[in-house]
């Protein structure tokens, strides 16, 4: 936290940080969505580094693999210079003092999330009483906006442009109809013929 009068202290109050160390934001992230954006840009502000942590072995099965949603989300999040992203396994507080985060930072977009949240915070605490769960509100136009529902609407063949960056609706579209991506992959191979005759 704070520790006023370092040099270090004006840096990062300079960047309008609140808190020193690292934070880090556990989930799931199947797939990111604008609001998870707007929470680590948030969380991007408010700690010297934020730390995105997708969880390796959930019980559900994913749509997408550990490995896009990683790609997905270092491709997003290229611009903040704070912000790692990881995965990890187990207990999310035990990875959380293996890379000596101080904070958890977790969203909550209406009071529905809260019982849930509330929940996890305090069991986490009963298991790391250090570690502290801080929560974020994301913008209101997110407010309704879940992975759960972006997969059910993007499955039954609904648009959820504005739910998530451009980049994961693209995955989405590959992912979902197989018909797009040869499509995608027969353009690539007429240009790159194109290319080969001038
Ligand atoms: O995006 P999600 O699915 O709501 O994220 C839930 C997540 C990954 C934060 C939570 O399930 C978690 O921390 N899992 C790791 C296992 C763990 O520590 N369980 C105890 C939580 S009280």
Known sequence: MLQAGSNRDVAAEDRGQLNKGIAIYPGSFDPPTNGHLDLIERGSKMFEQLVVAILRNS?????????????MLRELTADWSNVRIDTFDGLMVEYAKS??????????????????????????????PTL??????????????SSRLVREVAQAGGPVKDLVPEVVEQKLREKLDPAYKLQETRLIEVSRKRKKKS
């Open 99 to 128: 890379i000596d985060a101080m904070c958890v930072l977790r969203g909550i977009r209406a009071i529905s999330d809260y019982e849930y949240e509330l929940q996890m915070a305090l069991m986490n605490r009963k298991l790391e």
């Open 132 to 145: 502290e769960t801080v929560f974020m509100m994301p913008a209101v136009k997110y407010s309704y906006v």
């Open 59 to 71: 019980e559900k099965s994913p749509m997408f693999s550990l490995a896009e949603r990683l790609e």
